[in-house]
């Protein structure tokens, strides 16, 4: 059978190694990419890399499996956006943890538009840490950022300004907590000073510790990102959650994310994440009680709207395709 996409000259191959490309813009913790793409002649397999992994933030990766889902649904959005339908096997080899996706694609009956759009997003998709403005974001605009989330089996609950406060407490204890460990904090520094296409550069750091209702991560130095005397108090706080802790679940809510910030960057709403409260397990236990504990957290999700007075920040750095891209398996 022919591996030609209908009216036109690209292969398959090349279709899946762009799309692999393309999953490159996904976000994750601290920038870290921890994934590698393997082309095969008719699918993608992702892999974790466990060299990219924080191991004193995050011992069990849960949120580096959680970045892989990101760029799992960032491909999967960019093949349906070239007119090809994916099927994903996901943790398909139990003695292989590390392979955590297998993707086959077959065609479709064309591109699909709304996929196409969302390219677009993951190409303008940003975060800023900076206050947001004094305008809320609507309760229609978090439903449809909420059913996003819901379409790739995650639930994004909004908490109410009680469950802010204690929010806001608990992320200021893992911050206290975190603060004391020296392996983490030279993770930290290590991450926030690398210049290779990993890592967060000064310029997406504040020069200083914004104004928040719920404190943002203390990156152990500022950074040159401008920040203005705004405050976030018309912030919408969300727990992304589900009904498992195992690494599916992870993979999954790595989806959900990717799916509800592509959606809010359509939308016009800016989306920070926020991962110490569930790096410090005392507190990961806080937000399971915010959620009457029913299902377990994954991550904690700012919203709101930017500041249109100020430019964004830059993006973060990427790394090239040849190192997050392994088509050997395909070349001629």
Same mark, same amino acid.
């Given at each position: 059978?022919?591996?030609?996409?209908?009216?036109?000259?690209?292969?398959?191959?090349?279709?899946?190694?762009?799309?692999?490309?393309?999953?490159?813009?996904?976000?994750?913790?601290?920038?870290?990419?921890?994934?590698?793409?393997?082309?095969?002649?008719?699918?993608?397999?992702?892999?974790?890399?466990?060299?990219? @992994?924080?191991?004193?933030?995050?011992?069990?990766?849960?949120?580096?499996?959680?970045?892989?889902?990101?760029?799992?649904?960032?491909?999967?959005?960019?093949?349906?956006?070239?007119?090809?339908?994916?099927?994903? %096997?996901?943790?398909?080899?139990?003695?292989?943890?590390?392979?955590?996706?297998?993707?086959?694609?077959?065609?479709?009956?064309?591109?699909?538009?709304?996929?196409?759009?969302?390219?677009?997003?993951? @190409? &303008?998709?940003?975060?800023?840490?900076?206050?947001?403005?004094?305008?809320?974001?609507?309760?229609?605009?978090?439903?449809?950022?909420?059913?996003?989330?819901?379409?790739?089996?995650?639930?994004?609950? &909004?908490?109410?300004?009680?469950?802010?406060?204690?929010?806001?407490?608990?992320?200021?204890?893992?911050?206290?907590?975190?603060? /004391?460990?020296?392996?983490?904090?030279?993770?930290?520094?290590?991450?926030?000073?690398?210049?290779?296409?990993?890592?967060?550069?000064? %310029?997406?750091?504040?020069?200083?510790?914004? @104004?928040?209702? &719920?404190?943002?991560?203390?990156?152990?130095?500022?950074?040159?990102?401008?920040?203005?005397?705004?405050?976030?108090?018309?912030?919408?706080?969300?727990?992304?959650?589900?009904?498992?802790?195992?690494?599916?679940?992870?993979?999954?809510?790595?989806?959900?994310?990717?799916?509800?910030?592509?959606?809010?960057?359509?939308?016009?709403?800016?989306?920070?994440?926020?991962?110490?409260?569930?790096?410090?397990?005392?507190?990961?236990?806080?937000?399971?009680?915010?959620?009457?504990?029913?299902?377990?957290?994954?991550?904690?999700?700012?919203? /709101?709207?930017?500041?249109?007075?100020?430019?964004?920040?830059?993006?973060?750095?990427?790394?090239?395709?040849?190192?997050?891209?392994?088509?050997?398996?395909?070349?001629?």
């Amino acid at each position: 059978m022919s591996q030609e996409k209908p009216g036109t000259d690209r292969t398959l191959a090349t279709a899946l190694a762009e799309a692999a490309t393309t999953a490159g813009y996904a976000p994750s913790l601290h920038n870290t990419q921890p994934w590698l793409w393997r082309v095969l002649p008719d699918g993608l397999e992702l892999r974790a890399v466990r060299e990219r @992994q924080l191991t004193a933030t995050d011992p069990d990766g849960r949120l580096l499996v959680l970045s892989c889902g990101t760029a799992l649904h960032h491909a999967r959005v960019a093949m349906a956006a070239e007119g090809w339908r994916v099927a994903v %096997e996901r943790l398909p080899e139990p003695g292989d943890p590390d392979l955590l996706a297998r993707l086959t694609a077959s065609r479709a009956d064309g591109a699909d538009p709304a996929a196409m759009r969302l390219v677009q997003c993951m @190409q &303008v998709r940003h975060t800023d840490r900076r206050p947001v403005t004094e305008e809320r974001v609507g309760d229609a605009v978090l439903d449809e950022i909420s059913r996003s989330a819901a379409a790739e089996g995650a639930r994004l609950q &909004v908490l109410d300004a009680d469950q802010v406060l204690e929010l806001a407490a608990a992320a200021s204890h893992a911050a206290d907590v975190e603060a /004391g460990e020296p392996q983490l904090r030279a993770e930290l520094r290590y991450w926030i000073s690398r210049a290779e296409g990993t890592g967060l550069p000064p %310029e997406v750091l504040p020069e200083q510790q914004p @104004q928040t209702t &719920v404190p943002g991560r203390d990156f152990g130095r500022p950074g040159t990102l401008p920040v203005g005397p705004g405050h976030d108090r018309a912030a919408v706080y969300g727990t992304l959650s589900g009904d498992e802790d195992e690494p599916d679940s992870w993979l999954r809510a790595g989806e959900a994310l990717s799916a509800a910030w592509l959606a809010a960057t359509r939308l016009g709403v800016s989306v920070v994440p926020l991962s110490g409260v569930v790096e410090v397990p005392g507190t990961r236990q806080t937000l399971r009680h915010l959620l009457a504990g029913v299902g377990f957290p994954y991550l904690v999700l700012r919203l /709101g709207i930017a500041d249109p007075a100020h430019a964004g920040p830059p993006h973060t750095p990427r790394l090239s395709a040849s190192q997050i891209v392994d088509t050997s398996a395909v070349r001629s």
